[in-house]
């Protein structure tokens, strides 16, 4: 597109910018309550596209970690889409994520957005895991008193990490799940390193029957959106049962933790939502999709 250009965001283009993205849902959007931090976040970069010199659109680009990065909030002003203009957004994210060393870029995308999956599929980024939202309060008095006897979930310790390694390697959730970690609504690779820090941080929490490993989730508490919650980026077992003891477990450990709900980012497996179902968890019918591109 003639005079359009590609830059940091400045302060200013929230002017322009937050008024075209206050309708991108029913609901509204999220963009004006990052905006700010998104100026100055030193671990990534908001771009604006410009045409004219007018702000026209925006994408967020954020390393999750040394070798993980995050594309996020991209929006065009609706009377400049259908031009290339999220396209070159994209690339342009892409290629900030490589020079700051990134191996791997992501992006979540709900699965009824066809125009963005067409746009990460046209640079080149392919579909690793899809997953939907799950949130639980604690348990009541009377789900309290039917939780004792049940099978008991630990925290894993260092001498667990090579049993959760195997684990992890032979599990069928971990493919499905494009063997990551979600957070804050960003995702990065679940490594032996990553593995290691959460077990020091107490935030795996392990299901063991028959002596050996049945079920695990990696869970880290929150403060978002006003509640304080234990964040579940993943969680895995080899059958339903193994699950549903995870997730109850969870709700247990609240009030202990001083955590007001349990939010879970569950794997889209028929396995999973069957678990979670009738266990006090609700979600809805969002399902999210989660592409994937090497810069290696």
Avoid at 31 to 42: K, N, T
Avoid at 134 to 159: C, D, I, N
Wanted: charge should be negative.
């Amino acid at each position: 597109m003639d005079n359009m250009q590609i830059r940091p965001a400045r302060p200013e283009d929230g002017d322009i910018v937050l008024p075209f993205c206050q309708d991108t849902w029913e609901w509204g959007d999220y963009i004006d309550r990052v905006w700010d931090e998104w100026l100055v976040e030193q671990s990534g970069r908001l771009l604006t596209a410009t045409v004219n010199d007018r702000p026209v659109g925006i994408v967020n680009m954020r390393m999750v970690s040394e070798t993980d990065a995050w594309l996020e909030g991209l929006r065009v002003d609706p009377s400049y889409r259908r031009q290339g203009i999220a396209h070159e957004l994209c690339l342009a994210a892409l290629a900030e994520a490589m020079r700051r060393g990134a191996k791997y870029a992501r992006m979540a995308i709900e699965a009824e957005n066809e125009p963005s999956i067409h746009t990460a599929e046209k640079i080149y980024m392919r579909q690793v895991a899809a997953f939907a939202l799950y949130k639980a309060p604690p348990l009541t008095p009377r789900e309290q008193s039917s939780f004792f006897g049940q099978a008991q979930v630990s925290l894993a310790t260092t001498a667990d990490l090579d049993d959760v390694i195997d684990y992890l390697n032979v599990s069928n959730v971990f493919p499905a799940a494009g063997g990551l970690y979600y957070v804050g609504f960003t995702a990065r690779e679940i490594t032996a390193p990553f593995l290691q820090e959460r077990i020091a941080s107490q935030q795996i929490y392990l299901l063991r029957r028959w002596d050996r490993i049945d079920g695990l989730a990696i869970a880290e508490p929150r403060t978002e959106h006003g509640e304080r919650r234990l964040s579940v980026g993943y969680i895995d077992g080899t059958m339903i049962e193994s699950i549903s003891l995870i997730a109850h477990d969870l709700r247990h450990r609240l009030p202990t933790l001083g955590l007001d709900v349990v939010r879970i980012y569950a794997p889209d497996l028929v396995l999973v939502h069957d678990a979670l179902g009738g266990l006090g968890y609700e979600g809805d019918s969002t399902i999210f999709y989660t592409f994937e591109r090497g810069l290696e």
